[in-house]
């Protein structure tokens, strides 16, 4: 069975004090991994896809990695309105939905 | 560009009644999902749907119903309504599996 293990659940950072998001994973089969952005009240936004071992991401403050185990978010000189809740999110090779973690909810402060 | 669009928003229910929350995509996207979101819980998959059709149960299927008789529309069916159901419902759609999904903004549901 797919599991997606999220940590820290909650993080509190200061306006510019980088720090990182985990997600661990068991699957059969990796296929692809997901992250999402959700702000409270509204539906997740998708950040990135992994493919594969050594791969990497950037968007803005925002960078993800990914071993045969893990992801990282990056965060780098995070501003308050990064604050959100961060879902990673796994697809296997078999099979067409993704599984969620429960999610690291960021909060950043001025 | 509406996306993925649920309605209602908000809605009250008394155990034992009945509704089914709306979904509709104008991306033309094949695949469509059902997702409940529960406080600390993330989001664990209801149904989901490959194509006009064709629908599949996901983990926590029981309580619900889905049809999918065109593209756009995915509704979700509650019967027979329960505490247990009171949750954040998100519909979502994806062009192709394994891409990203775009996701509604949720339907908050209370059972009382």
């Known amino acids: 069975e797919d599991q997606v293990t999220q940590s820290p659940e909650a993080l509190r950072l200061q306006e510019g004090e980088s720090s990182s998001l985990n997600c661990s994973y068991t699957?059969?089969?990796?296929?692809?991994l997901f992250w999402y952005r959700q702000d409270p009240g509204k539906g997740p936004e998708f950040l990135f896809t992994?493919?594969?071992a050594g791969e990497e991401k950037e968007k803005e403050r925002l960078k993800a990695t990914l071993t045969k185990k893990e992801s990282f978010l990056h965060i780098t000189a995070p501003k308050p309105e990064d604050s959100a809740t961060y879902l990673c999110?796994?697809?296997?090779?078999?099979?067409?939905?993704?599984?969620f973690g429960e999610g690291t909810q960021l909060t950043v402060n001025p | 560009n509406a996306g993925v669009t649920q309605t209602p928003k908000f809605r009250i229910l008394k155990i034992g009644q009945s509704m089914t929350l709306q979904c509709t995509q104008d991306?033309?996207?094949?695949?469509m999902y059902w997702y409940r979101q529960d406080p600390g819980m993330g989001l664990k998959l209801i149904y989901y749907?490959?194509?006009?059709?064709?629908?599949d149960k996901g983990e926590v299927p029981n309580g619900y119903n889905v049809s999918r008789s065109t593209t756009e529309d995915f509704p979700l069916r509650l019967e027979l309504a329960a505490p247990s159901q009171t949750s954040v419902y998100f519909c979502?759609?994806?062009?192709?599996?394994?891409?990203?999904?775009?996701f509604g903004s949720g339907t908050r549901l209370t059972v009382v």
């Open positions: 979502a759609s994806s062009e192709k599996t394994g891409r990203g999904y775009t």
């Open positions: 699957v059969s089969g990796l296929r692809g």
């Open positions: 992994l493919y594969s």
């Open positions: 999110a796994v697809h296997q090779t078999s099979g067409s939905r993704l599984t």
């Open positions: 991306m033309n996207h094949n695949y």
């Open positions: 749907s490959v194509g006009a059709g064709i629908t």
